[in-house]
């Protein structure tokens, strides 16, 4: 296990950093102020927008869209 744990290690150091909940959520705002989005047939056009904003950090796709599904509904 301990192997395992410094590779990890290893491997997180070359990784981007996180995202944050702050950063997630102004992207998505920030997203939907730029797109004009107001229904979930527009969700394409936000998702895009967000995860431009959100280029050079490490952001799970899933949650992101449930966050854009929420805001949207």
Not at 16 to 44: C, R, Y
Not at 47 to 67: F, I, P, T
């Amino acid at each position: 296990a301990e192997k395992e744990e410094a590779e990890l290690k290893m491997i997180e150091a070359y990784l981007p950093a996180p995202a944050t909940e702050e950063e997630i959520a102004s992207a998505i705002e920030a997203a939907l102020a730029e797109t004009g989005a107001t229904s979930a047939k527009q969700m394409g056009l936000v998702m895009k927008a967000a995860q431009a904003r959100l280029a050079g950090k490490r952001v799970d796709g899933k949650a992101l869209s449930e966050k854009v599904k929420a805001r949207l509904a």
